[in-house]
């Protein structure tokens, strides 16, 4: 855009202009409300259309906003239904969006008419002060979902209404993590981060990863279910740089069979059910001893490990919890190794979820880790884990990375070994950083951390299991009238409203022994989430029914 008055009020009505035959283009469906949530927006995906058309606009004004900084847009939904879609925006550091700014995206999904869209638009502008003059840049990809194209078409023509200010990188069909990592890249101009593309990021892991077991493979085969999705692509590219360290098995990989995307395999369906996809367990893929397997979710940014236990066949689940507490006393144990001295220590902590299960916290704080519960969503992990030098974040359902604070980079860069076993150790802990994804949680990145440090202590599945035995557990979905009701607060384990609700929760509690159940209002589908634990599983099917009958009653 030009600064001469005259000029830029010309370019301005043009921009208004193209923008409004963009939006006649992609009209809102009458009747349907949006909610940028903890995933971005996500419904069935021909409700979606005018949603990404929008969407782009907001892009290009964040990225005006901050000086060119590169933003990044996800089309996916995740582990939902192929007919659903989403999409979600990245900010220039990799992370989730400022929260403040999906009220903004909220509020152009919903606009009801091309008249209202041009006016949100513009008071967006001079309310958050974007001076359309700056260049704009934008990464953005999308999963395997039949329909991603057409969402992808709505979302560029977005971006063509500001010509040629706005400049853009398709990055293709690709994981949400990969897309996460070009966006952090990008906006790194010293270029330590890795190079802004998909080769960049298979390049990095992968020789962290030989860095870190190039002497200690070939490891054992891993089965790995990627729920028919991205992570499929993805995980075949990456093999191809793994070389021969670990034998992968990939399955579930169609991606172009119609319906067969998170259908009956996929993370999702191993943590709700409790049990290996019917693919895994016919074809016996872990029937001999100590096999391990693994599930990504539909975009590849969650993970869950398994395997049968070894004289009784049963399903044992490895899940977020499992793998939070197996890193974090590896990467302690890795510190004490490094002997790094007086004021340069470095610290490990774990960030939870309220999902977390009561065993693995209190093997953590046993053991003077400290833990940090937050309310669920990503980012609210990830911010609370950018405080330890060492964040370790899982929820349960296996989102979840580990992040290095600068502070502890630097430390290590500048570590002075004192013997050939602290500078091992401190190679080690560098290369784990660069294996590990810094922007997000990331499936395959979790996973070559999980083969890696099993592979440095000596382990099989077993021997990680035996850490804690989960207390018996039960999440239940309850549907109501109106879930706004439910209130919650301290990281999401009380209720403040309906009033008097938590009293007899906590009443309940108390007749089980290590009784805890907590209840809230979902952030992405229209229930209300109860979560109960307690030492048996009789305790927690008695207090599950009745917490579940109290919500009922006070929902009326
Ligand atoms: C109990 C549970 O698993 N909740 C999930 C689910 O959130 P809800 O707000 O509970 O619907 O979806 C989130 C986004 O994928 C994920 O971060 C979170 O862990
Ligand atoms: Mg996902």
Redesign the pocket.
């Known amino acids: 855009m030009s600064t001469e008055p005259g000029k830029a009020a010309h370019e301005h009505a043009v921009l208004l202009n193209a923008i409004a035959d963009g939006a006649n283009e992609y009209p809102k469906p009458e009747q349907v409300t949006y909610t940028y949530?903890?995933?971005g927006f996500r419904t069935l995906a021909i409700k979606l259309p005018s949603v990404l058309f929008r969407v782009a606009l907001l892009a290009v004004l964040r990225s005006k906003r901050l000086e060119g900084a590169t933003i990044g847009v996800m089309v996916t939904a995740?582990?939902n239904p192929e007919p659903d879609n989403g999409v979600k925006l990245v900010d220039p550091s990799g992370e989730m969006l400022d929260p403040n700014w999906e009220h903004h995206a909220t509020a152009l999904a919903n606009c009801p008419t091309t008249e209202s869209l041009i006016s949100t638009f513009t008071t967006l502008v001079s309310h958050l002060r974007v001076d359309l003059h700056q260049p704009a840049s934008i990464v953005y990809a999308r999963d395997t979902r039949p329909s991603g194209p057409d969402l992808i078409h709505a979302l560029e023509a977005g971006f063509k209404a500001f010509g040629a200010s706005v400049k853009v990188v398709d990055v293709g069909v690709t994981t949400t993590p990969v897309l996460h990592h070009v966006v952090k890249a990008t906006n790194d101009k010293s270029g330590a981060y890795g190079k802004p593309t998909v080769e960049g990021y298979m390049e990095k892991m992968s020789s962290a990863f030989k860095t870190l077991v190039g002497n200690k493979g070939p490891l054992a085969p891993l089965y790995v279910d990627c729920a028919n999705g991205v992570g499929a692509n993805a995980l075949t590219e990456l093999t191809k740089y793994l070389g021969d360290i670990i034998t992968i098995h990939p399955i579930n990989t169609a991606t172009s069979t119609p319906g067969a995307l998170n259908s009956q395999c996929g993370a999702d369906f191993v943590?709700t059910r409790q049990a290996l996809p019917p693919s895994v367990q016919s074809a016996g893929y872990l029937s001999k001893p100590g096999t391990r397997g693994c599930s990504y979710d539909g975009d590849a940014d969650?993970i869950v490990y398994y395997y049968l236990h070894e004289n009784k066949g049963t399903f044992r689940l490895l899940d977020g919890d499992k793998v939070a507490v197996m890193v974090a006393m590896f990467f302690g144990d890795l510190i004490a190794k490094a002997k790094l001295e007086g004021d340069s220590k470095v610290k490990v902590g774990v960030v939870q979820?309220a999902?977390a299960n009561g065993s693995s916290t209190k093997y953590l704080t046993s053991r003077n880790i400290p833990v940090t519960c937050v309310s669920?969503?990503?980012k609210h992990l990830h911010h609370a884990a950018q405080r330890y030098d060492i964040g370790v974040y899982f929820?349960?359902?296996g989102?979840g990375t580990v992040l290095f604070s600068p502070r502890a980079l630097q430390t290590l860069q500048e570590a002075k070994p004192t013997s050939p076993d602290s500078a091992n150790a401190i190679k080690h802990l560098l290369a784990f950083s660069d294996l590990i994804n810094q922007a997000v949680g990331d499936a395959l990145s979790d996973m070559l951390l999980v083969e890696a440090v099993l592979a440095h202590r000596g382990w099989g599945a077993s021997d990680w299991d035996a850490g804690y035995e989960d207390l018996p557990n039960r999440?239940v979905k309850v549907e109501v009238p109106d879930r706004s009701i439910f209130v919650a607060t301290d990281a999401e384990r009380k209720l403040v409203h309906p009033a008097g609700l938590q009293e007899e929760i906590e009443k309940a509690m108390a007749k089980v022994e290590m009784g805890r159940s907590f209840v809230?209002?979902?952030?992405?589908?229209d229930?209300v989430?109860v979560?109960a634990e307690a030492k048996s599983q009789v305790d927690v099917e008695t207090l599950a029914k009745i917490v579940v009958d109290l919500v009922e009653q006070f929902s009326q």
Do not use: Q
């Open positions: 949530g903890t995933a995740s582990h943590k969650r979820t999902y669920t969503g990503v929820e349960a359902n989102h999440l809230r209002p979902s952030g992405t589908e229930c989430r979560y």
